[in-house]
């Protein structure tokens, strides 16, 4: 929006100043002031505490900004019965994981298995000299660089958790005089981003002093560059999988709908492996899944697209990152997926619908949620590329889109019962609905 010049105005000292000098600058650089000042005040919380709390979350938060929460019910993950919360706002999401979950329900359901849980950060930094010095410094100073992390590893690790390991890592054939500390952690239930970021700065702060006082140094070699000191969110060793199977004549009610179902089924998710266009937006649809569990469960949605997206590319290709295949009758359908999750920490202990979600998922510990998650993908996955292969996409999703379609023409309830009910058996698309409208809003 803008100060009807085409332009917003430029501040200094917004974040300074208070909610109601925010809210108030804000409005003047719209059109119509007190209207977008209504829309901001329509989404604030009546409950002062709450909203003070959603506000302190960020800096200069003006409002909230909604977004629907949704439940799909009857997951069976590893003989277990969930209703999995999702936060999306796209139409035919929660529809189509529901209609999944209830799909392999009676089919075994869902089974889910953790491969690890390995965060790993690093410490980047420069070192002009000779490398073989600098492997002998850095073992001798290993237990030194170590301890160096004890006060803040402490909590962790009488939880079971910490630095696993450390190793220097020679990157100088990428750029000149570059090398790592590589750190690998486990974090328990936590995400554990502050906990892994607070010892990868005391491990380079630790290296640059005693890289300065070591006297097989060159005065070159004694000045160490640490250039950062940050966790990745690229976590090929904190991996789940989750899987569904069933034989192939059990898929559908016909036997021979489900041989052809199948084989479709797996040449779809086969293209997906070698043809980049399907494959970013087949693993769009696992993201469907994923991202709405995570926003729900509270985690960091970037850091996990992040990841599982370099985890898709891993082999210098952008690929599928689920798989299906067809053997002695038995189809299987499975996702592997990189997800660093907590359960403790961050927003999950603070956000009231977050701790509500978590609840309802009958407080999962992180591994227990990274299988509901990665369930949720595949499921979401599946629900996708059988109406791909089968009806078509635009048939279930036109129709879960309908009520918003209804919406932009400001359809009234009694004329959304009858456009519903009307195209329960018709194809739903902008211009057929307006039609509908309008025959209806002319009699
Ligand atoms: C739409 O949000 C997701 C799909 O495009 C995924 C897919 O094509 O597999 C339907």
């Given at each position: 929006?803008?100060?009807?010049?085409?332009?917003?105005?430029?501040?200094?000292?917004?974040?300074?100043?208070?909610?109601?000098?925010?809210?108030?600058?804000?409005?003047?650089?719209?059109?119509?002031?007190?209207?977008?000042?209504?829309?901001?005040?329509?989404?604030?919380?009546?409950?002062?505490?709450?909203?003070?709390?959603?506000?302190?979350?960020?800096?200069n938060a003006l409002t909230n900004?909604?977004?629907?929460?949704?439940?799909?019910?009857?997951?069976?993950?590893?003989?277990?019965?969930?209703?999995?919360?999702?936060?999306?706002?796209?139409?035919?999401?929660?529809?189509?994981?529901?209609?999944?979950?209830?799909?392999?329900?009676?089919?075994?359901?869902?089974?889910?298995?953790?491969?690890?849980?390995?965060?790993?950060?690093?410490?980047?930094?420069?070192?002009?000299?000779?490398?073989?010095?600098?492997?002998?410094?850095?073992?001798?100073?290993?237990?030194?660089?170590?301890?160096?992390?004890?006060?803040?590893?402490?909590?962790?690790?009488?939880?079971?958790?910490?630095?696993?390991?450390?190793?220097?890592?020679?990157?100088?054939?990428?750029?000149?005089?570059?090398?790592?500390?590589?750190?690998?952690?486990?974090?328990?239930?936590?995400?554990?981003?502050?906990?892994?970021?607070?010892?990868?700065?005391?491990?380079?702060?630790?290296?640059?002093?005693?890289?300065?006082?070591?006297?097989?140094?060159?005065?070159?070699?004694?000045?160490?560059?640490?250039?950062?000191?940050?966790?990745?969110?690229?976590?090929?060793?904190?991996?789940?999988?989750?899987?569904?199977?069933?034989?192939?004549?059990?898929?559908?009610?016909?036997?021979?709908?489900?041989?052809?179902?199948?084989?479709?089924?797996?040449?779809?998710?086969?293209?997906?492996?070698?043809?980049?266009?399907?494959?970013?937006?087949?693993?769009?649809?696992?993201?469907?899944?994923?991202?709405?569990?995570?926003?729900?469960?509270?985690?960091?949605?970037?850091?996990?697209?992040?990841?599982?997206?370099?985890?898709?590319?891993?082999?210098?290709?952008?690929?599928?990152?689920?798989?299906?295949?067809?053997?002695?009758?038995?189809?299987?359908?499975?996702?592997?997926?990189?997800?660093?999750?907590?359960?403790?920490?961050?927003?999950?202990?603070?956000?009231?619908?977050?701790?509500?979600?978590?609840?309802?998922?009958?407080?999962?510990?992180?591994?227990?949620?990274?299988?509901?998650?990665?369930?949720?993908?595949?499921?979401?996955?599946?629900?996708?590329?059988?109406?791909?292969?089968?009806?078509?996409?635009?048939?279930?999703?036109?129709?879960?889109?309908?009520?918003?379609?209804?919406?932009?023409h400001q359809a009234t309830e009694?004329?959304?019962?009858?456009?519903?009910?009307?195209?329960?058996?018709?194809?739903?698309?902008?211009?057929?609905?307006?039609?509908?409208?309008?025959?209806?809003?002319?009699?």
């Open positions: 929006m803008t100060n009807g010049k085409g332009q917003v105005t430029f501040v200094s000292g917004f974040s300074k100043k208070t909610k109601a000098e925010k809210l108030d600058w804000i409005s003047q650089q719209f059109h119509n002031p007190s209207q977008a000042l209504e829309v901001l005040h329509k989404y604030n919380h009546n409950d002062q505490a709450l909203q003070t709390l959603h506000d302190e979350f960020i800096e900004f909604y977004m629907p929460l949704g439940v799909a019910p009857n997951f069976i993950i590893n003989g277990k019965t969930l209703t999995i919360p999702m936060a999306i706002e796209e139409s035919s999401v929660v529809a189509a994981a529901s209609n999944a979950a209830k799909f392999w329900s009676t089919k075994g359901g869902f089974n889910a298995t953790i491969i690890g849980t390995e965060k790993v950060g690093h410490v980047h930094f420069m070192y002009h000299g000779d490398t073989q010095k600098l492997n002998i410094f850095f073992e001798q100073c290993r237990a030194v660089l170590l301890a160096s992390t004890d006060e803040i590893t402490r909590n962790m690790r009488s939880r079971g958790g910490g630095i696993t390991a450390l190793s220097l890592v020679n990157k100088s054939d990428a750029i000149p005089d570059y090398y790592q500390l590589d750190v690998r952690f486990e974090t328990q239930d936590a995400m554990g981003a502050n906990f892994i970021n607070s010892c990868l700065e005391q491990l380079g702060t630790t290296l640059k002093a005693l890289a300065a006082k070591h006297a097989d140094f060159s005065e070159k070699e004694k000045a160490i560059e640490v250039v950062m000191s940050i966790l990745s969110n690229y976590v090929p060793n904190c991996m789940v999988e989750a899987v569904v199977s069933c034989p192939v004549n059990e898929l559908l009610a016909n036997p021979k709908d489900s041989s052809l179902f199948a084989d479709k089924f797996v040449q779809a998710v086969n293209i997906a492996a070698v043809e980049p266009f399907r494959a970013v937006t087949h693993n769009k649809g696992i993201m469907n899944g994923i991202d709405a569990v995570i926003m729900a469960s509270g985690n960091d949605l970037r850091a996990v697209s992040a990841g599982i997206h370099a985890h898709a590319a891993a082999s210098g290709q952008y690929q599928s990152i689920s798989k299906a295949e067809i053997k002695d009758g038995v189809f299987k359908f499975s996702l592997s997926v990189p997800l660093a999750l907590g359960t403790v920490g961050g927003l999950t202990k603070l956000h009231p619908l977050v701790c509500w979600c978590h609840e309802l998922m009958g407080t999962p510990n992180a591994q227990e949620l990274m299988q509901i998650v990665a369930v949720a993908g595949l499921a979401q996955n599946f629900a996708a590329v059988k109406s791909l292969v089968t009806t078509g996409i635009q048939q279930g999703h036109m129709k879960m889109h309908l009520l918003n379609i209804l919406n932009q009694v004329e959304k019962k009858s456009a519903i009910a009307h195209f329960k058996d018709c194809n739903v698309s902008h211009h057929t609905v307006a039609d509908f409208l309008a025959k209806l809003r002319s009699v």
